[in-house]
């Protein structure tokens, strides 16, 4: 756990928007040293012009996670900034949804390009920094923090790509917690999973990559994109409110995550269904007019 943030450093990807803005902004109150990390580059140059006139010393990177080099680049300018960061916020990512068959290729390598390499790129570049810092200093506390979803422990209906890569997500944090405490007692992590909240995530599509941006959305990924779009901006809970909750977590070395802690109910009934070899049970069971909803839409 990291007990005092003040003059740690901080690397956070998808630092121009949602949770990656909202931590940076808590990492500057708290005195942190930020690398931030973006797609979007005039996003990130607005994310690093609050953070510098907020006091805090930073580096700013536009970083496609889905590429090694650029995260290996992200990773070799943080090491000669600042050294071996404290706190590694693998956090970028992007929606995509609609009826699993009809994802396209380029659909795929988008989403799993995002969203699971971009945190292994993370793992696979920064833990070993972390692990030599820790070996210098015994007084060295270092955590890494992925963003999945509580997609990740679920399986709605109607946004399969993006299940699967949450799900992945997870797994490889849950991983990566077992796999640290095999070698170290200074280095843990944490996985955040939340639910709907008011983020840039179901506006994903202005960050397509070249070569997608024509591509015509189908009928079940319109539906999807509304869907999703009516979530997200209903949701009651801020990102600044989960960034906090991510901090609290660091601090008291807290595995799991979650922005609305009400929605594991929804987990268990899924455990249930595995345990008791149970067919999955309807995820619309709580609100049976959205089921309905959904079905009419998809087969008018």
């Known amino acids: 756990m990291i007990s005092d943030f003040r003059n740690k450093t901080a690397v956070l990807t998808g630092a121009g928007s949602g949770f990656g803005l909202e931590c940076a902004r808590i990492g500057a109150k708290l005195g942190m040293h930020l690398v931030l990390a973006d797609v979007q580059q005039d996003a990130l140059d607005r994310a690093v012009a609050e953070m510098e006139a907020a006091g805090a010393q930073v580096l700013g990177m536009r970083v496609d996670v889905s590429k090694a080099d650029q995260v290996e680049a992200l990773g070799a300018a943080t090491l000669a900034r600042f050294g071996a960061p404290h706190l590694v916020f693998n956090n970028a990512g992007v929606g995509s949804g609609g009826l699993i068959w ?3 290729l380029q659909d795929w390598e988008w989403v799993i390009g995002v969203n699971l390499m971009g945190v292994a790129h ?5 833990t070993p920094m972390m692990l ?4 210098k200093d015994a007084t060295f506390r270092g955590h890494i923090v992925n963003t999945a979803s509580m997609a990740g422990m679920l399986n709605a209906p109607n946004m399969g790509i993006y299940n699967v890569s949450k799900h992945a997500v997870v797994s490889m944090s849950e991983t990566l917690y077992q796999d640290l405490a095999l070698v170290t007692d200074q280095i843990s ?3 955040l999973c939340p639910f709907f909240v008011p983020t840039g995530i179901s506006a994903s599509h202005r960050n397509r990559p070249e070569g ?7 009928r079940s990924q319109m539906i999807s994109q509304a869907m999703s779009d009516k979530a997200v901006s209903s949701g009651k809970v801020t990102a600044a409110e989960v960034a906090q909750k991510v901090f609290d977590a660091v601090a008291a070395n807290q595995f799991y995550i979650y922005s609305h802690p009400k929605s594991i109910g ?4 899924r455990m249930e269904d595995i345990l008791l070899s149970r067919n999955p049970t309807d995820p619309f069971a709580h609100k049976p007019e959205l089921g309905v909803e959904l079905k009419k839409a998809l087969r008018s």
């Open 102 to 104: 009809e994802n396209s």
């Open 122 to 126: 993370g793992i696979r570049v920064f």
């Open 132 to 135: 030599a810092a820790a070996e």
């Open 189 to 191: 992590a944490s996985v």
């Open 212 to 218: 997608m941006q024509g591509a015509r959305p189908t």
């Open 266 to 269: 929804s987990v268990q009934v």
